[in-house]
């Protein structure tokens, strides 16, 4: 499947159809390797189906994103907390 490689503002639009706040400012610790950052700094690979969302130290997956039929899954099994700044 081609994969294309870009930060995580490029999959800001598919989070904001799901989050009600701006994922990309939003803060993930890795379940890998400990290490903090926003989404937006993160690397991600928008592909037909979705998008990954990889670590930028390790390269752990940490969100993926299946949208297909009308439905959004997420996978987030590798982030250990996430830190969302209200309003
Ligand atoms: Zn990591």
Known sequence: MMEQK???NA???????????????A???C???GTTTVIG?????MHGMG??????????ALIHIVHARGR?????RSVRVLE????
Not at 72 to 76: G, H, K, P, Q, V
Not at 84 to 87: L, N, R
């Open 6 to 8: 870009l930060d995580g």
């Open 11 to 25: 999959a800001a639009g598919m989070l904001q159809a799901i989050f009600p706040f701006d994922m990309t400012l």
């Open 27 to 29: 803060q993930v610790t």
């Open 31 to 33: 379940a890998g390797c």
């Open 41 to 45: 700094a993160t690397a991600a690979y």
């Open 51 to 60: 998008a990954i969302i990889r670590c930028p130290r390790c390269d752990n």
């Open 72 to 76: 959004y899954w997420l996978d987030m």
């Open 84 to 87: 969302i700044k209200e309003g």
